[in-house]
């Protein structure tokens, strides 16, 4: 194993080496040497903008961002993608978000609904082909939704979907149409569809349902997505504790739990990323305040659970709570002093979307590794640098449909949701609403935290480093493993999960410890390092 002599300085220049100056100069912002403490400006980072053509990203596109990450995981929504077929394919279920529809509960999760685009399409428009395919899921489903996701060229030769989709849903007057101008090249990432997809719902969903929602508690989980049952186990966990959870955006979700939402007393933010917009613009509407929680590692569960009873303020749910962690717990411990032996010491990184890389070092960190270099693929600054240190920042000044949108709710009528009085009494006496650290105060001083990560970058890292597991997704996998690292997949689990809550890190624990302690990659020897200069002769028979 190679032992790092380079200083971070050392290893950021020779990535830099390589690239044409106006390049360099570019990555250069966007490679930074953290200072984790103890600096009284520490350094930014660029983050949110747009890859330089020619380099390899590991980033996804805006339609992915909309249509795969956050309409993607409900489950009687049919989701049409107006658009060639690859589109509606490659965004077809990869992500592993899993669903529980019950006996009875409509799920078209496993259908992939598209147009499939062909030259006429784009020649003489697709809009007539559009309203036939919408007519035709009616028809056959019946379903509650129906939305309707544009890609790269509905933009370029301007389909009205949203017409089309206004046009339909008067027909049918039972089933609520809808579209999103999700285009891919819309914006520089996935990023701006999930801003995308948040107005939509919010604008045509959220807030239907009339009826009051029963149950003590209410809470919405927001920027949970269920991958590899991440979602059933946080269920559990609620359940146990006695907090009625009435919608998950989008995790194991449904159309009426979106139309419900808006009855929750407090909205709960585990991917900030993906759905600071819904929770920002729930909190303008409907007066429901939010928070930011992770349920990825016992610890971080754990804390969570408690700032929500503290919330409340209630003694009964708070003494559940701690009932429940110790409970919890004890199998939690019993699996570290098993694992932890093997994991202590060694390092990872970890190169994920845009909340993943920070969650998972809390699990990193309970096994006692060290992150020696991670990143996002689309994150904004203050998932970096936290929302202490650039406030500004947050909310975004764009991230709301404002036009729609008015403050109505009088929080008396919401009990046990707080008066904006006993909010801010709330945060005098140092309850944190809105306020959350960035993966760069997590991580040590000298650590390299990298933006958009390229295959370029991510195989010098590992040729420098050698890090003993190699975290980040499926366009990295192979040429890591191949470089003789072990990697594991954050974004899918591969075909594990789930890695969240209490029974999800003795999970990751096991999963951890059976990938770093593994020899197999060892020996992993490709053809090129015995013998760089391969020659054959090519007969063609
Ligand atoms: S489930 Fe989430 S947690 S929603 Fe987001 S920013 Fe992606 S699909 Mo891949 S795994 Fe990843 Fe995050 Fe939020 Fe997933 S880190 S890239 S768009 N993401
Ligand atoms: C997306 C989805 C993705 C891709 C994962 C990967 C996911 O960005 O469109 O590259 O392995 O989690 O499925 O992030």
């Given at each position: ?28 912002k966007?490679?930074?040497?953290n ?21 390899i ?7 992915a961002?909309?249509?795969g990450v ?32 019950g006996p009875?509960g ?7 609904f598209s ?9 003489f ?15 056959l489903?019946?379903p ?30 039972d ?94 933010v ?5 759905i ?47 009932e429940?962690i110790?409970e ?13 032996p093997h ?6 990184m ?14 990193f ?39 729609e ?12 949701r ?13 309850f ?11 991580m ?35 040429s ?18 789930p ?26 020897e ?11 002769t090519?007969?063609?028979?």
């Open positions: 194993k190679k032992l790092v002599q380079l200083t971070p300085t050392d290893v950021k220049e020779d990535i830099l080496s390589k690239y044409p100056p106006k390049v360099a100069r570019k990555r250069a966007q490679i930074m040497i200072e984790a403490t103890g600096s009284d400006s520490p350094p930014e980072i660029l983050a949110n903008v747009r890859t330089i053509p020619g380099i990203t590991m980033r996804g596109c805006t339609y961002g909309c249509k956050i309409m993607g995981p409900t489950r009687d929504i049919v989701n049409i993608t107006h658009g060639p077929i690859g589109c509606g394919f490659y965004s077809w279920l990869t992500r592993r978000n899993q669903t529980d529809p009875d409509a799920n078209y999760m496993p259908y992939c147009t499939d685009m062909q030259d006429q399409d784009i020649i428009g697709g809009e007539k082909k559009l309203a036939a395919a919408i007519q035709e899921a009616y028809d489903l019946h509650k939704g129906i939305c309707v996701f544009a890609t790269c060229p509905v933009g370029l030769i301007g389909d009205d979907i949203h017409a089309v989709s206004r046009k339909m849903k008067e027909k049918f007057g089933c609520n149409v809808f579209a999103f101008s999700c285009e891919g090249y819309k914006g520089v990432s996935q990023s701006a569809g999930h801003h995308i997809a948040n107005n939509q719902v919010f604008t045509h969903l959220v807030g239907e349902e009339q009826k009051e929602q029963d149950g003590e508690f209410k809470i919405n989980l927001l920027g949970e997505y269920n991958i590899g049952g991440d979602g059933f186990e946080i269920d559990r966990i609620f359940k146990k504790c006695g907090i009625t959870c009435l919608s998950t955006f989008s995790g194991n979700s449904s159309y009426d739990q979106f139309a419900r939402a808006h009855h929750a007393d407090l909205n709960l585990m991917c900030h990323r993906s600071n917009y819904v929770a920002d613009m729930m909190e303008t509407k409907y007066g429901i305040p939010w928070f930011k929680v992770n349920f990825i590692s016992a610890k971080s569960a754990a804390k969570s659970l408690r700032k929500i009873g503290e919330y409340f303020g209630n003694q009964k749910l708070i003494d559940r709570i701690e429940v110790a919890e717990m004890k199998d939690v411990e019993a699996a570290l002093a098993a694992h932890k994991t202590q010491g060694k390092t990872a970890l190169f994920v979307g845009g909340s993943r890389a920070h969650h998972y070092q809390d699990l960190t309970e096994l006692g590794m060290k992150t020696l270099s991670a990143g996002y693929e689309f994150a904004h600054r203050d998932d970096y640098e936290g929302r202490r240190v650039i406030p500004e920042l947050v909310p975004d000044a764009d991230s709301r449909n404002i036009e949108i008015e403050v109505s709710a009088d929080p008396e009528l919401y009990n046990p707080k008066s904006p009085e006993q909010i801010k009494a709330m945060e005098d006496s140092g944190e609403f809105k306020d959350y650290d960035g993966m760069n105060e997590q040590g001083n000298g650590t390299i935290v990298i933006d958009d990560l390229n295959q370029y970058e991510a195989e010098k890292l590992v040729e420098l480093y050698k890090p003993d597991i190699f975290c980040a997704g499926i366009k990295e996998k192979y890591i493993q191949k470089n003789g690292v072990p990697m594991l997949q954050l974004h899918s689990y591969d075909y594990g999960g890695f969240a809550g209490f029974k999800g890190a003795i999970n990751f624990y096991k999963t951890v410890d059976r990938l770093v302690s593994s020899k197999v990659w060892s020996y992993t490709a053809p090129w390092q015995k013998s760089p200069e391969l020659t054959g090519f007969v063609w028979e």
